[in-house]
């Protein structure tokens, strides 16, 4: 089994909503996806008006160029008003039938952390995430539940909000393959997502 297969039998990890005064953005409220030329990064966009403030929020993702291994994604959202609101992020844990079922949670510096996953056949895999906030204007305040984040924002208008997210998987037929995804995260964090993407790139097709 490769490792796209093995993408596809893991829990959701692409999860980000933000809230605002009750209000919350919606999956279901999202555009198709669609692929973004030249460069193989695939997006849904998305646009809200609560209590009188408007909001544009993008979701884009892709398979990090000849890596089979990296995953990138980014939201990016847009306050056109001085406003509060709040961000949450987390990866799902598995169902009960699951293929995978989580036996550990792990954590590092830097801002990382991660799943080790385990299947009926004993394989042993690590899926680490490393996540980042970054606006030119905003005050941050991070709350942290093992892969859950909170954050509450006072954010400036039209002044975008963006949280970038790297993923990392790796399985034991690697030596040391837990250190190697940690590592591979906390690098692919310091390339940031616009300098990981271009051609060749993989795609995690949307979950029926």
């Known amino acids: ?4 297969e093995i993408w596809q039998e893991l829990p959701e990890v692409r999860n980000l ?16 996806t669609r692929k973004i030329p030249p460069f193989d990064i695939f997006c849904r966009d998305a646009e809200f008006t609560w209590e009188g403030i408007r909001f544009t929020s993008k979701r884009e993702w892709f398979g990090a160029p000849r890596n089979e291994h990296l995953l990138v994604f980014r939201q990016t959202i847009e306050p056109f008003a001085n406003c509060n609101f709040e961000l949450r992020t987390w990866m799902d844990e598995p169902d009960a039938d699951s293929p ?12 990382s952390c991660g799943f080790l996953f385990r299947n009926l ?19 941050v305040n991070e709350t942290r539940e093992k892969v859950t984040r909170h954050y509450a924002i006072t954010a400036f208008e039209e002044s975008p909000i963006r949280v970038e997210k ?3 998987l790796h399985t ?11 590592r591979e995260c906390r690098e692919a964090s310091k390339l940031r997502f616009d300098d990981l993407k271009g051609r060749g790139a993989w795609i995690l097709p949307e979950r029926e």
């Open 17 to 32: 909503e933000f809230h605002y005064l009750g209000h919350s953005d919606r999956d279901e409220t999202y555009s198709e």
């Open 100 to 111: 995978w079922q989580l036996e550990q949670y792990l954590e590092q510096e830097n801002n």
């Open 121 to 139: 056949q004993g394989r042993h895999l690590i899926l680490c995430e490393t996540s980042q906030i970054t606006s030119f204007s905003i005050r």
């Open 166 to 168: 790297y993923f990392s």
């Open 1 to 4: 089994m490769g490792l796209i």
């Open 172 to 182: 034991d037929d690697e030596d040391n393959y837990q250190e190697i995804a940690f």
